[in-house]
């Protein structure tokens, strides 16, 4: 009977924790997208929507950025620092920001999906700059067909040695998904999201009122987590693919890369990546981290600026 008991009380005290769960991240993510609406336009590709921002003439460059952001994260700075020179298209991915999961999460057909969602706006073979996992699906964009040049900003672009951090571990499977998503949608506080954000960033600082501007709230609602992990968690496998195929590749590709990302780190990734390339341009900037699309945005501009005359 005391056995039945204590089972008893397990089970009411699992399902008041999950609704009060659920409660939680559900008013969570209604406050995050009353306060961070979407600021752009959608198109819609397959029944899908794709969120995007578009501004400026010239020609076409379309930035992707990388995994738990949104294109706010580009148009904190330097898209507008661009939008001069280039008609500039900023998206969110699949499944971040304000564009909708897709069924299938890899990078190909996240490429794909953005690349039919901006040809409907009359771009047909931009500039693309991938920041990050961005750059990722700038690459699988590549070696689909379409793009004129590349710039690449902090990409992963290789297979690397050992395993993802615990939070992506502990949700490369069913029952890890179905118990840590809702626990960190619920839960995760304020103060550990700025401390991720200055870990991304290090060792260059934060620039003042970025976290403000990105929308941090959003990627704590449970479809973004449930995408961004999915997402992640197949990269490295898919770059396995990918990397016999890099040699094929002769458009223009320029790299930025700090010496201090410990995010994705150089030696791994562009320093191997730009002898595959081959007609790649790798800049290394000391001393810089995972950001340097906001710590030494003229790196990158100027990366931009070349893509466009090579």
């Known amino acids: 009977m005391t056995l039945k008991r204590l089972a008893a009380s397990f089970l009411i005290a699992v399902a008041a924790l999950a609704g009060v769960t659920h409660w939680r991240a559900a008013a969570r993510e209604a406050t995050a ?85 901006v040809a409907q706006l009359g771009v047909t073979e931009p500039i693309v700059l991938g920041q990050s996992y961005g750059g990722a699906v700038a ?48 839960f995760v506080p304020d103060s550990y999201v700025r401390k991720a954000i200055d870990a991304v960033f290090a ?39 990918m990397e016999p195929r890099y040699p094929t590749l002769t458009l223009p590709v320029e790299m930025i890369h700090g010496t201090e990302d410990t995010i994705v780190p150089l030696h791994i990734h562009s320093q191997p990546v730009s002898k595959l390339l081959p007609n790649s341009r790798l800049t290394v900037i000391p001393g810089a981290g995972h950001m340097p699309h906001h710590a030494h945005a003229d790196e990158v501009i100027a990366a931009t600026l070349r893509a466009a005359l090579r």
Do not use: C
């Open 33 to 117: 997208e009353a306060a961070h609406p979407p600021s752009g336009s959608f198109v819609t590709v397959d029944g899908k929507r794709l969120h995007y921002e578009m501004t400026g003439q010239g020609p076409d460059l379309i930035m992707i950025h990388g995994a738990s952001g949104s294109l706010r994260d580009l148009t904190f700075g330097l898209r507008d620092r661009l939008a001069d020179r280039f008609r500039v298209t900023v998206v969110d991915r699949p499944g971040l920001g304000h564009s909708d999961a897709l069924d299938e999460t890899s990078l190909l057909a996240q490429a794909r999906f953005i690349k039919s969602g």
């Open 139 to 186: 690459l699988a964009w590549a070696l689909d067909g379409g793009p004129k040049a590349l710039v690449l900003v902090a990409s992963p672009s290789m297979p690397w040695p050992g395993k993802l951090d615990i939070w992506y571990r502990a949700t490369d499977n069913a029952v890890g998904r179905a118990v840590a998503i809702p626990l960190a949608s619920a």
């Open 203 to 241: 060792p260059d600082p934060v620039p003042p009122g970025y976290d403000n501007f990105i929308g941090t709230p959003l990627t704590l609602r449970r479809e973004t987590l449930a995408a961004n992990v999915a997402q992640v968690n197949a990269l490295r496998a898919e770059l396995m693919t």
